[in-house]
């Protein structure tokens, strides 16, 4: 008689760490410490300050966690990417997942998991421990370098100028009137075209140009630019997707001159990545790369967090190393 050969399922264990602040996180406590209470075996740490994250990752790392879920918005997920690449406490990375709790969730809406956290946990926890991988997605970081003794930042997504200037009004403007998530970032994009459209650039919108240096794989140039974004995601938010550049490269970077020309045949163009024949020499240019270095003397976000810019102006950004997220 013929053996059947049994095919052991590697044990999984999973952890959770959460930012206690997260505006979902709080909304979805309750339900999140239910599922917990019936899932004992699913290890859970919260933290209050970002300063208490090494403890958590190193806590995971003891307790042999496989399948680690992230449940915070784009600064949370920044955050702990980033200490798994500078400086992990595992000897072997574990799986990631996402699960969307922030203000922002930009990386979240492309590779997490879907819907509310209790309900992505309890999704997440009952497919991994069944021996399921999820589907697999891969998305270069984004390394960024301010060259001024400050460790290397990871991320997904930089932007500066208009972009700052934009998240600094939904901020002030939008967040204010109870708008979040991604609701509040379609309705600040509305709002900042809306403004540069009626005041143009200057004190009335809140929107200026900044003269920059751009080195796209060592080749440089200045532009009087309104706004620069770039990232590996391929999407900003669920039908935003403001990258058109042709190429190998991973990094994507897309500018907008300052004054915007034709700007309101131009916007929802650039939202869509879907240009016109006349907008890269009306300005819009959208462009592939493997590095980019930046000569600029305002603020930078990087995953909706802020970082100055160095006093030399100068802020290398390079595509890798590649993550990979488990989606369930």
């Known amino acids: 008689m013929a053996q059947i050969a049994m095919t052991r399922v590697p044990m999984v264990r999973i952890g959770v760490i959460s930012n206690a602040h997260s ?38 790392a003891a307790a042999e966690v496989t399948h680690l879920a992230i449940s915070g918005g784009d600064g949370t997920v920044l955050a702990v990417v980033s200490a798994l690449l500078n400086d992990s406490p595992f000897k072997t990375q574990p799986c990631l997942s ?129 706004m620069f974004l770039a990232s590996t995601l391929q999407t900003v938010l669920p039908g935003v997707a403001p990258f058109w550049g042709e190429g190998p490269g991973r990094l994507q970077l897309t500018t907008i001159d300052s004054p915007p020309r034709r700007f309101a045949s131009a916007a929802l163009a650039v939202l869509r990545g879907k240009p016109k024949p006349w907008m890269a020499a009306a300005g819009y240019l959208s462009r592939r790369m493997e590095k980019l270095v930046l000569d600029i003397s305002s603020p930078v976000m990087i995953d909706g967090e802020k970082f100055e810019a160095p006093a030399s102006g100068r802020i290398i950004v390079t595509a890798g190393p590649v993550m990979r997220f488990h989606r369930f």
């Open 23 to 60: 505006k979902r996180n709080k909304m979805s406590m309750r339900e999140i410490h239910a599922l917990l209470a019936d899932h004992p075996q699913v290890l859970h740490r919260s933290f209050q300050h970002i300063l208490e994250l090494p403890s958590c990752l190193a806590e995971m």
């Open 98 to 226: 996402l699960l969307s709790a922030g203000m922002t969730n930009v990386i979240a809406h492309e590779v997490g998991q879907p819907g509310l956290p209790a309900t992505g946990l309890k999704r997440l926890v009952l497919r991994a421990e069944a021996g399921e991988t999820g589907e697999i997605l891969e998305r270069p970081v984004l390394s960024v370098d301010f060259g001024d003794g400050r460790v290397i930042e990871r991320g997904f997504l930089i932007g500066g100028i208009g972009f700052y200037q934009g998240t600094q009004l939904v901020r002030r403007d939008i967040h204010t009137l109870g708008a979040k998530q991604t609701f509040a970032a379609k309705l600040g994009i509305a709002w900042s075209i809306l403004k540069i459209l009626v005041f143009g650039p200057g004190p009335r919108s809140g929107f200026h140009g900044e003269d920059i240096g751009l080195t796209i794989d060592g080749q440089a140039e200045r532009r009087d630019c309104l």
